[in-house]
Structures are given as C-alpha cells and as structure tokens.
C-alpha cells in the first residue's frame, strides 16, 4: 500500500462520516475495517439531530427507516403512552433503521467521495518514520495521522491511551426479534440494575434489548429480562418468532472520567464510541460520532494543531454536555425519579413535549431543569428534581 495521508480506523458512522468530509476536502484518505456488513446490536435509534448534521449526504431511501409513531414508557405495571407526530416540513423526531444498510449507504458515500476502503481488520497500529504504521494480515500502510473510529474495543485507542474502566461501561444484551416489527419503541425502566429496557423497531425485525453498568451487571443477569419482556409482548405465530442473541459494550463515561478523557494528542483522533462520545442516560451515539468526525475533519483541514484545536472543540462541545447527563444519571434511573416520571408523562403536555425533544436529540441537558419548571407543572417538577 502507498503512503497516504489520513488513516481511519473503523467504519462506522464516526469513520465514514470523517473520511466523506476529508475526501472532499482533498485529503489521502485509507478506511480500514474488516466487519462490513453487519447488523448493529444496538437499538438503531436515528435521533432528529443527526437526521439534520447528515443533510443530503446520503440518500433518504438508503436509511431503510422506520419512521416511530409513538413510545410507551413503563416500570413495573406503570405506563404512558406518547404519540410522536412527525413534523412534516422538517427532518423527523426519531427514524429506527437497519444498522447495516445505514452504516452502509455512509461507506458508501466516502468511497464516491474519494476514500479508499480497505475491508480488513487491523492487527496492529505503531509509530513509524514520524507518522503511523497501521498493519492487517495482508500488510502495511503508513499515513501521517491515524483515527480512531473503532468502537468501544478500540485498538488505536488501547495504542495511544488506555481501555475504558468497567465502571465506565455499560452493557447491552438482548435479541435481533426476526420476522416482526412495528411503527413504536418501548422503554421500560429496570432497578435491579439500575438501567433500562428497549425494543426498537427495524425494518425487518424488532431489537429488543436492555442495559446497565459492567460493573454491575452481566448478560447473564440481563438476557433474561428481554426474553420475559418478549414473551409478554410480541406476538407469536404457529412457528413463533425467531429470535438472534447479542451483546455489546457501550461507553458510559462518568463525570470524573469525561472531565480528564483526552481524545486527541500529536498525530491521532479518537471518534465516537472510541472516545466515550455516548450519552449514559440514553447510551445514543450516532449524533456524537458523526458530530465527531466533523469536528475532526473541519480540524485536520483548517487548524494549524488539529490534535489541541480537536481537544478543545470536543471538550466544550460533546463532553461538556456527557458531563451533564452524567451527573443527572444518578438520580434518573431511582424508582421514585422514573415512576414520577411516568406519571407526569400521563398527566402533562407539557411534559411529554420536553421528552419528545430529548427523543429527538434537540433538547440537551444544559437547559434541561429550567425547561422542566417551564411546564408549570411546578409541584411534580419539584419532587422529580429533588430525587
């Protein structure tokens, strides 16, 4: 492989987004990832914010999108029930899409853009002759920058930094439902552990899922409440439906962690998950890696330093608001917060427009108290801040 300048480990949304944006603004651009395609296990969750940062980058029939027509939020035998209308002149609250076709029509886009894509997985990543040596099986290639766009696992990441601490990790486990969707999301809230359920769903499938800290938690301890949660509520036929196990680590960063987490230094980038750039209340972080990458490659292109001027973009930008969701999560996942929560969402309008907005991404956590009081619903407001 020849020299290049810009090596993007991963390509996923952070990494596909970040070489579609240095493609065409010139750069030597290497995507290397050997998982394509795949199906995500994760929920799939497209927020309105992210919809609006992808613009006309990819096209609308390529999300293969479920557009959400309502949420139900539940603990125990508690429920509210929201009706999500979509705008009609503006990019949606909330699409769920395949992970696969999504994270596809992106690759695709840097690869019209420029990029070269390399579907191999990296082995090894070193310092080499003032730049980077990334090596698969079949090679090695050198590039002035390397990024890490890698996932929570991320080999650039263990190379220039250390691994994320249990405590700073959530897991998700749970089941690819095949052969039944539907146009609404569930979420029901869990307390021992403390975290939360999902069923999201896809074109073709349902993902039904729930998650909570590592170091509190196993898939073992998880995988039984979404096989009773999908016994209870999907449907089955004559043959029932088929179900496909997953698990997965996300990045959950605590306050402490984000306030010292260095996502860049001379040479390198880390995006998205492999820079713990994913809201712990929600664990959404498709905003954040594609946010990411454009702060990335708006960085390498114009800045004279891009690894300070990167630190200092993400810090005020995405970490300053993880920082805040991080803080408020130790109060959120209480029972007396969520089953408050649930009833304010049956009683309020008010209400359940601020969750719409945290839904869609375009509420953010800075503001988030004042617009609560907003409401009017003073007293209810007052007993949900105070847990």
């Given at each position: ?6 090596a ?13 944006r ?18 995500k296990?994760c ?79 990296i ?9 980077w040596?990334v ?18 696992n ?34 029901g809230?869990?307390d ?5 359920l ?18 509190v938690s ?13 016994a ?7 043959a ?5 196990r ?5 990045p959950s960063?605590?306050e ?12 390198w ?91 869609a ?18 007293g ?8």
């Amino acid at each position: 492989m020849d020299r290049m300048d810009i090596a993007i480990v991963g390509a996923g949304p952070a990494g596909s987004r970040a070489a579609w944006r240095l493609a065409r603004a010139g750069a030597r651009v290497t995507l290397f990832d050997g998982s394509h395609p795949r199906e995500k296990p994760c929920g799939g969750g497209v927020t309105g914010r992210a919809l609006e940062l992808l613009g006309n980058a990819i096209d609308s029939p390529a999300l293969a999108a479920a557009l959400i027509q309502s949420a139900t939020f539940e603990r125990g035998p508690d429920r509210a029930q929201m009706r999500i209308e979509q705008p009609p002149d503006a990019s949606p609250h909330l699409v769920v899409t395949s992970r696969a076709r999504f994270d596809a029509a992106l690759l695709a886009a840097a690869i019209d853009a420029g990029a070269t894509f390399v579907p191999e997985r990296i082995t090894h990543v070193s310092r080499a002759d003032g730049g980077w040596q990334v090596t698969t099986r079949h090679g090695a290639a050198h590039a002035a920058w390397v990024l890490g766009a890698d996932g929570p696992n991320s080999l650039v990441r263990k190379r220039v930094s250390r691994p994320f601490d249990r405590a700073d990790l959530s897991i998700a486990t749970g089941f690819f439902v095949h052969g039944v969707t539907s146009r609404d999301i569930s979420i029901g809230f869990e307390d021992n552990p403390a975290g939360y359920l999902w069923s999201f769903p896809r074109p073709d499938h349902l993902a039904v899922g729930v998650c909570a800290q590592a170091d509190v938690s196993s898939p073992s301890m998880l995988a039984p409440i979404a096989s009773s949660w999908i016994a209870r509520n999907v449907a089955s036929g004559p043959a029932g439906p088929t179900l496909e196990r997953y698990s997965w680590p996300i990045p959950s960063l605590r306050e402490s962690t984000l306030r010292l987490e260095q996502p860049a230094g001379t040479g390198w980038l880390l995006l998205g998950d492999a820079g713990g750039m994913v809201d712990p209340i929600t664990r959404e972080g498709i905003f954040f890696a594609l946010s990411s990458a454009d702060a990335a490659a708006e960085c390498l292109v114009e800045d004279r330093d891009p690894a300070v001027a990167y630190v200092a973009r993400i810090r005020r930008s995405i970490y300053d608001e993880l920082a805040r969701a991080a803080r408020l999560k130790a109060s959120f996942f209480r029972p007396r917060f969520t089953g408050l929560l649930i009833r304010a969402l049956e009683k309020s309008p008010g209400i359940r427009s601020v969750m719409l907005d945290l839904i869609a991404g375009r509420q953010p956590y800075r503001g988030l108290r004042r617009r609560l009081l907003a409401t009017m619903e003073l007293g209810l407001m007052v007993k949900m801040l105070r847990q």
